[in-house]
Structure formats: structure tokens, C-alpha cells
């Protein structure tokens, strides 16, 4: 059957000579694997563009529950990046986000909700001028409250860990900012801050393990 969702894609993987596997999260559906045949021929290189982590599709599916793999029916940008490529900050904080929610969103409850809260926040951080280096610190906040383990209080971030009481009023100025508020943190500040909120991920996440992008992410946005 044949449906119509929007969705993101988290990541792609080589099929045979010139074909691939797309994982892209859907509206409708959640996480769901497509084969996406003859992409990679030379005739058609230049719409593997569309399966490049973080690509926001307008999409007709075909969808049988539970079949592993699906084929996409039509496909189109549901909206071009215009500073996310050319912008090195939002490229790098775009690569961390897409390695956290390649490492944390796996499961397909609320997929509507959860979908629509991603495609939102990559234009926003795509449309953002300013403040852009604490978008990753807001973003974590808010999946957090989708993936269903916070971060509603300081307390429920901090934990039982020690924090300063200045790391712990800017941390709840955080919960409560949207992404396009300003809001001042020197570097310290912001490696401080991340640091928490990953130990909170990893708390209710067992499999985060290494976040590989971290040291490209600390060194562009010092």
C-alpha cells in the first residue's frame, strides 16, 4: 500500500554495485529501511544527494508491516539547506546532532511527534544567525523530552553529580530557552554544560558509547 509522510534521513549504507540502503525516519512509520536501487550508477550520481544524513524528503512509500525492507515511490527535498553546508559550525553541530540520533532514536512510538520536532529544529538551526554554537546544548534538551527521560528540571540533568550553582542556573535558563533566544556562554561554559547533559544521556542510554564527531565539535565551536 502506498503511502504519503515526510521524513529525515539518518543515514545510508552501499548495496551491491550501485544500489543502497536508506534509513530515513519517517512521520508515519518511524525508523524504517529502504533499498534504493541503481543510484550509484553514473547516470544517476546526482540523486544520491537526497540520501545524505539529515536531508529533509517529502516521500510516497509502499509499507507492508513487518517487511524489513521497503521501496520509496516518489521522493522530493522537502526543504534545501541554504547555510548548514557552507556554515563549518552548523555543518559540525549538524554532524554531532546526526550522530546522536543515529545513536539514541531507534524505536517507532510517537514517530509523528518525534519526526516533525527533527525536521523543525534542522531549519531552524539551517535559518539560525546568531547563537548558533549553543544550538547542539538546546537540541539535546529538547530530544530528551521526546525520547521520554527529561529534561524537564535541572535535577533531573545534574543528577547526582556535582555541578557549580552557576553551571546549574545555566542549565535551567536551557530547559526553558527556544533556539533562537539569545543567551551568552563562554566556551568553558558550553564544554561544561554538554559534558552534563551527555552523562544524562548516557544514564538512560546504555549504548551511546563514543560520540566520535566530540573532538571536531570542541574544536570548531572553541
Do not use: W
Not at 116 to 143: C, P, W, Y
Amino acid at each position: 500500500m502506498l503511502h504519503k509522510t515526510q521524513g529525515i534521513v539518518f543515514r545510508f549504507t552501499k548495496y551491491g554495485e550501485t544500489s543502497i540502503i536508506v534509513n530515513i525516519f519517517t512521520e508515519l512509520f518511524g525508523m524504517q529501511a529502504y533499498i534504493v536501487n541503481g543510484v550509484r550508477s553514473k547516470s544517476a550520481r546526482s540523486r544520491i544527494a537526497l540520501y545524505q544524513p539529515m536531508t529533509l524528503l517529502d516521500l510516497v512509500v509502499y509499507h507492508k508491516e513487518n517487511a524489513g525492507i521497503m521501496r520509496i515511490k516518489e521522493i522530493k527535498c522537502l526543504y534545501p539547506y541554504q547555510s548548514i553546508p557552507t556554515d563549518v559550525r552548523k555543518s559540525t553541530i549538524a554532524m554531532f546532532l546526526n550522530e546522536m540520533i543515529n545513536k539514541t532514536i531507534k524505536e517507532e512510538s510517537h514517530a509523528q511527534e518525534l519526526c516533525q520536532f527533527l525536521i523543525h529544529s534542522f531549519m531552524a538551526l539551517d535559518r539560525q544567525t546568531e547563537g548558533v554554537e549553543n544550538f547542539h546544548l538546546l537540541f539535546l534538551l529538547k530530544l530528551s523530552r521526546h525520547l521520554g527521560f527529561g529534561a524537564h528540571t535541572k535535577n533531573e540533568v545534574v543528577g547526582g553529580r556535582f555541578a557549580t550553582e552557576e553551571t546549574e542556573g545555566l542549565l535551567e535558563t536551557l530547559i526553558k530557552t527556544e533556539y533562537d533566544a539569545p543567551l551568552q556562554l563562554t566556551n568553558l561554559q558550553r564544554r561544561e554544560l554538554l559534558e552534563l547533559i551527555l552523562k544524562f544521556y548516557t544514564d538512560h542510554i546504555e549504548t551511546i558509547g563514543e560520540v566520535k564527531s566530540l573532538p571536531v565539535l570542541r574544536e570548531v565551536l572553541n
